[in-house]
């Protein structure tokens, strides 16, 4: 195991490997990069900065409590087969997600933001599921020239909403079940593939807006703004 109780301030970290848990309970402040290999990770303190690429190759559960913001100047990546508990707010260039992600704040109806540099590459990705444990929201802002992609399943959000702030192409590439699913902006298309279980859908942006499955079920208001086309199963 690896602690470090106090606010952590060097130029950069590398952990090349690990069999137990590695835990900063204060601030994590580097000027450069974080580069973990390992089994566990944990993030408790808040205001986490680094100022260069953060990557995180974990074998067991990567956690960031519910006040552990992190901004990244570079990329985030994470990496490992391990799965991810995010507590709080993910800034960085890109963001990108190897493995299942929970977001557990242990707060209902908290907002959990992950935001891109907004550029043309510069995007969020869930490469396996998503979920919450107590009702948390999501907002994905990738910007005018980001994508957002969650590949698989968006499941049992409850009264948790998915907001996207802005971005290029918006993918769902599995089911969504939350409760309203809303895009302010955007400049590409909006895709959702799987069966969509939702109370609002309300999307704006530039192309063809697609919720195209038979199985979808929307309780509430259903509104797609774009000058492309739009295929919604109601």
């Known amino acids: 195991n690896v602690t470090a109780d106090a606010a952590f301030s060097v130029s950069s970290l590398t952990q090349s490997a690990g069999t137990g848990t590695t835990t900063f309970s204060d601030t994590l402040d580097l000027a450069s990069n974080f580069d973990f290999t390992g089994s566990a990770l944990t993030l408790s ?25 992190i901004v990244v ?39 959990i933001v992950f935001t891109s540099g907004g550029g043309a590459g510069q995007d969020i990705t869930f490469s396996q599921t998503l979920d919450n444990a107590d009702d948390e929201l999501v907002k994905f802002n990738a910007g005018a020239s980001g994508d957002v992609t969650v590949t698989g399943a968006v499941g049992a ?35 959702i593939t799987g069966a969509a279980s939702l109370d609002i859908f309300n999307v704006t942006t530039t192309g063809n807006i697609t919720a195209a499955n038979a199985a979808n079920d ?15 199963e109601l």
């Open 45 to 69: 303190g808040s205001g986490n900065t680094v100022g260069g690429t953060f990557e995180v190759t974990n074998a067991g559960v990567f956690t960031t409590s519910d006040s552990s913001d």
């Open 73 to 111: 100047s570079s990329t985030f990546v994470q990496n490992g087969g391990g799965s991810n508990t995010i507590g709080d707010d993910i800034t960085a260039t890109s963001i990108s997600f190897a493995t299942g992600v929970t977001l557990t704040s242990g707060t209902g109806s908290d907002e």
């Open 157 to 191: 959000f409850g009264t948790g909403d998915i907001t996207i702030v802005n971005a290029a192409n918006v993918l769902f590439g599995s089911t969504v079940s939350a409760d309203d699913f809303i895009q302010t902006a955007g400049t590409g298309t909006t895709t």
């Open 218 to 232: 929307f309780t509430g208001l259903v509104s797609a703004s774009n000058a492309g086309g739009t295929t919604i």
